[in-house]
């Protein structure tokens, strides 16, 4: 699988980002979908995840609530729609990819720079 993130920037605080990773290669139905971001001088995070087939989600703490991933099965693609963001939200951020079954994200996109100011 094939990762290509896109949609980073710059925003102000309180606003809203929406992030999106294009998906080619294999079949998508058993792979999980995943958000991960990296801060400055920290360790990469989880973000939030999606199953392909059925489109369950889940989400970390800091994610809840404020942003949303979805999936567009005729794109191929997977989207981090991210609301009332915060200056804590500024981080490098990256899609992923792992088989259902798996615990390990085998494949990684490229990451995107989000920024957000205070």
């Known amino acids: 699988v094939q990762l290509q993130a896109s949609g980073g920037g710059l925003v102000q605080a309180g606003g809203s980002l929406r992030l999106s990773c294009a998906a080619s290669g294999r079949t998508l139905s058993s792979y999980i979908m995943g958000w991960f971001r990296q801060a400055p001088g920290m360790e990469r995070e989880f973000v939030a995840s999606?199953?392909?087939?059925?489109?369950?989600?889940a989400y970390a703490d800091s994610a809840e609530g404020r942003f949303t991933i979805s999936r567009d099965n005729r794109k191929r693609t997977v989207a981090l729609q991210m609301n009332s963001l915060k200056p804590e939200d500024t981080a490098v951020y990256y899609c992923a990819a792992k088989a259902f079954y798996s615990d390990t994200y085998l494949f990684w996109g490229q990451g995107t720079l989000v920024t957000v100011s205070s």
């Open positions: 999606i199953r392909w087939s059925v489109g369950s989600t």
